[in-house]
């Protein structure tokens, strides 16, 4: 049993959480129960006390950016900095970009606009934990990683984000984009909760419309508990 902890650095709408729950349970949901799980509401400023506390780290995503004034994101690129090598990390969304941003690359509010819906990335380097060529998933996002970090593979990505899906070259960490702890139907009630303020009725009905399509959320999933055991067995 692998001991994860679930560095939460956003939350969805609070009217959406009676449905919904938060994202620290999406991802439990998501990885499946033979894990034990530590959540962090890092907002609040919750952090590990030290790298070890737990195996392996996941980022969650966060309506902020990582160039936002904000006390916890400092604190947070530390402890990611602290932690690469010693415990393995994935991060998602905003933890794809502060991860970068941490270790030396450079993330922008993007002049492409928003990223939403469903979004193929393809799989240009695959790695012994994928196992398809490309994949759909659930994106939302306005931020991108522009330059990367050193030592990284870009393993796959879009036309809109050639950065989606980066793997570390000296340390057991991965990072990706886009959401696969989104099933369909929050996707499409996060949507609607911003239809008018972030997203027009155009960009709204257009990225439901492809919510209608198969994805492989639960695919990518594998992959991140394959990446896990990976990562696991290199430390042991």
Request: hydrophobic share 40%; charged share 15%; aromatic share 10%.
């Amino acid at each position: 049993m692998m001991r994860i902890g679930l560095l939460e650095t956003g939350a969805p709408p609070e009217s959406l959480q009676p449905a919904f729950g938060r994202y620290g349970g999406m991802f439990q949901t998501l990885l499946g129960g033979d894990h034990q799980y530590t959540v962090y509401d890092v907002q609040a400023g919750q952090l590990p006390g030290a790298p070890g506390e737990q195996d392996a780290y996941l980022i969650t995503g966060s309506s902020a950016g990582v160039y936002d004034d904000l006390a916890w994101i400092a604190p947070l690129m530390d402890f990611l900095r602290a932690a690469k090598g010693q415990a393995a990390l994935v991060g998602v969304c905003f933890g794809h970009q502060v991860m970068a941003q941490a270790f030396g690359g450079q993330v922008v509010k993007s002049d492409k606009g928003w990223g939403v819906g469903l979004h193929r990335y393809e799989v240009a380097r695959p790695q012994a934990w994928t196992d398809a060529p490309s994949v759909a998933i659930p994106a939302s996002h306005q931020d991108q990683v522009v330059v990367l970090p050193p030592a990284t593979t870009v393993i796959g990505g879009s036309p809109f984000t050639p950065y989606g899906l980066l793997s570390y070259d000296d340390a057991p960490a991965i990072s990706m984009q886009f959401h696969p702890e989104f099933d369909p139907a929050y996707a499409a009630a996060l949507i609607e909760a911003r239809r008018g303020s972030r997203y027009s009725d155009e960009q709204a009905d257009a990225a439901l419309a492809t919510l209608q399509a198969p994805n492989d959320r639960l695919r990518v999933g594998g992959w991140i508990r394959s990446f896990l055991r990976q990562a696991s067995g290199d430390q042991a």
